[in-house]
């Protein structure tokens, strides 16, 4: 993402074009782009969760040796 995104934006993100895709507003030759787009937002997250899961974790261990 070219962007600075935060989690929450991106799952806010991720939401809408489901919704949209739902409610079928999103016209076929756009959603070839929509989905790239989705699929790069869930990257991104989860890219996010194992950084956080991996800082957490360091933190646990610091904490265990102290």
Known sequence: MQEELTYEQAMERLETLASKMERSEI?????????QEAQSL???CKERLY???KNCNSLLQMEEKV
């Open 27 to 35: 016209g076929i030759d756009e959603m070839a782009k929509k989905l």
């Open 42 to 44: 869930m990257q991104f």
């Open 51 to 53: 950084e956080s899961e």
